[in-house]
């Protein structure tokens, strides 16, 4: 009978839900702007909240579309063109899903550094041998 190894898990600290697509600074802004305001922004003021150039937003809002986490809607308010980004529903979910991931890190990157000195041997901390 042929034995199977079991599957590894992965370590306590991977934090396998951190999306790389989501995990990057402007995106991060983003997502966090569109998910205050849920019927979307106007490209110029989703430009400005993120501190953003025209070209920088748009290569992220595409990075974020082609994920299926913002749709980017193109129409015409008082006979101009507008470009309107709004956070899909799944967009909203798996960004949820993973601030509560983020969440985690940081309460056990606190949780260490408040252990971490108490426990220390550190070599700097000791004199050194005469």
């Known amino acids: ?3 199977s190894e079991p599957t590894p898990s992965p370590g306590r ?9 989501m995990h990057e600074k402007a995106r991060l802004g983003v997502l966090t702007s569109l998910i205050a305001h849920p019927r979307g922004l106007a490209f110029a003021d989703l430009k400005r909240l993120c501190g953003l150039t025209d070209g920088n937003l748009s290569r992220h809002l595409q990075v974020l579309a082609e994920a299926g986490l913002v749709e980017i809607l193109k129409g015409y308010e008082h006979n101009r063109p507008q470009t309107v980004c709004r956070i899909t529903a799944d967009g909203r979910r798996r960004f ?9 890190v940081v309460r056990d990157a606190t949780a260490a550094a408040r252990v971490a000195p108490a426990a220390r ?3 700097a901390d000791d004199p050194a041998p005469a």
């Not at 600290?13 to 697509?21: I, K, N, W």
């Open 13 to 21: 600290f991977a934090y396998e839900g951190l999306d790389r697509v």
């Open 1 to 3: 009978m042929a034995t």
């Open 96 to 104: 949820l899903d993973y601030l509560a991931v983020l969440e985690q």
């Open 121 to 123: 041997t550190g070599l």
